[in-house]
């Protein structure tokens, strides 16, 4: 069963840092395109990170660019985003995804990242 | 950077057909047919219904499909049911480097 699991989210303090790890299983995560999205508390998706197949191409939005990045370990089979300067505004449910296409065709089920004093 | 402009709800009756637009610019939505649309439920990850405009993934019904018109894409949802109660959000390509979603739409079924 293709499948990706999140974890590392945690309750932060503003200026803090955190890793989420995303596993993968069922495909080969170097073998496709991954993506980070995330959601605040009763908002809309918001997309925060993108990795090429080659891992040397990298994305992000103005929102976190600078301080979050993205990376991967292929003998782990695991995608990553590493989080800094984290702001209260970066409270949200994160999810790594899977592109397909110009979609995203397999999501986690997504960990909590809660920053607050 | 600027979400895409989506209805923030939608209704319709059981059988009946809804459409859920979204409106984006020259720069993505018009510029690209790299439109997707997504469902999820409260709780929930979002799914896949919709890449590429207007292709369905593997498992998806025909009663969904997508258009784009210019600067608007659309999601229709035919024979409408109660199960596809949900939120609704599009994406779309802004520029090479950059993914963009829509503010979501709540779907009512009456």
């Known amino acids: 069963e293709v499948q990706l699991v999140e974890s590392g989210g945690a309750l932060v303090q503003p200026g803090g840092s955190l890793r989420l790890s995303c596993a993968a299983s069922g495909f080969t995560v170097s073998n496709y395109e991954m993506n980070w999205v995330r959601q605040a508390p009763g908002k809309g998706l918001e997309w925060v990170s993108y990795i090429h197949v080659t891992s040397t191409t990298k994305y992000y939005p103005d929102s976190v660019k600078g301080r979050f990045t993205i990376s991967r370990d292929d003998a782990a089979n695991s995608l990553y985003l590493h989080m800094n300067s984290l702001r209260a505004e970066d409270t949200a449910v994160y999810y790594c995804?899977?592109?397909?296409?110009?979609?995203?065709?397999?999501w986690g089920q997504g960990t909590t990242v809660t920053v607050s004093s | 950077q600027a979400a895409l402009t989506q209805p923030a709800s939608v209704s319709g009756s059981p059988g009946q057909s809804i459409t859920i637009s979204c409106t984006g610019t020259n720069n993505d939505v018009g510029a690209f047919n790299y439109v997707s649309w997504y469902q999820q439920y409260p709780g929930k990850a979002p799914k896949l219904m919709i890449y590429?405009?207007?292709y369905r993934p593997s498992g998806v019904s025909n009663r969904f499909s997508g258009s784009k018109s210019g600067n608007t894409a659309s999601l229709t949802i035919s024979g409408l049911q109660a199960e596809d109660e949900a939120d609704y959000y599009c994406s779309s390509y802004r520029g090479s480097t950059t993914r963009i979603f829509g503010g979501g739409t709540k779907l009512t079924v009456l």
């Open positions: 995804a899977k592109a397909f296409f110009s979609g995203m065709d397999v």
């Open positions: 590429d405009v207007s």
